[in-house]
C-alpha cells in the first residue's frame, strides 16, 4: 500500500519561503509521476508542479513558475515542493499525489495515491 506523507506547511509572510516534503513508502517509485496539488475552501483542487521520478522531467502551473521548484531525494524516497516569493493567493492546503506512469499530467484525477495534506497560509 503506497502512502503519502506531506510535511513543512505552516504560517508565513508575504515574499517568504517554505519547503513541503512528501515522504513516499510503499512501492518503488522509479516509474511513477509525482505531483503537488492545492485547495482551498470551495473551489477545486489545483495542478501546482510535477515530476517524473526516473528522468526528473518537471512541470509547473503559470501561477508558480520561477518560484517553486520540485525535486526529489531518491535514498529518502522524499519529493520536496520549495517554495519562495509566497503570495497571500499561494494559501491553499497543499497535497502530495502520486501517479502509476511516468506521463506527466495536470489532472488531480490521472493520480491514484494522495496525501492527507498540509497547510500554507501566506500573510499580506
Known amino acids: 500500500q503506497v502512502q503519502l506523507v506531506e510535511s513543512g506547511g505552516g504560517l508565513v509572510q508575504t515574499g517568504g519561503s517554505l519547503r513541503l516534503s512528501c515522504a513516499a513508502s510503499g512501492r518503488a517509485f522509479s516509474s511513477y509521476t509525482m505531483g503537488w496539488f492545492r485547495q482551498t475552501s470551495g473551489k477545486e483542487r489545483e495542478f501546482v508542479a510535477a515530476?517524473?521520478?526516473?528522468?526528473?522531467?518537471?512541470r509547473y502551473a503559470d501561477s508558480v513558475k520561477d518560484r517553486f521548484t520540485v525535486s526529489r531525494d531518491n535514498a529518502k524516497n522524499t519529493v520536496y515542493l520549495q517554495m519562495n516569493s509566497l503570495k497571500p493567493e499561494d494559501t491553499a492546503l497543499y497535497y502530495c499525489?502520486?501517479?502509476?506512469?511516468?506521463?506527466?499530467?495536470?489532472?488531480?484525477?490521472?493520480?491514484?495515491?494522495w496525501g492527507q495534506g498540509t497547510q500554507v497560509t501566506v500573510s499580506s
Open positions: 499525489a502520486a501517479r502509476t506512469s511516468d506521463v506527466i499530467t495536470t489532472s488531480p484525477g490521472g493520480y491514484i495515491y
Open positions: 515530476l517524473n521520478w526516473k528522468n526528473s522531467r518537471t
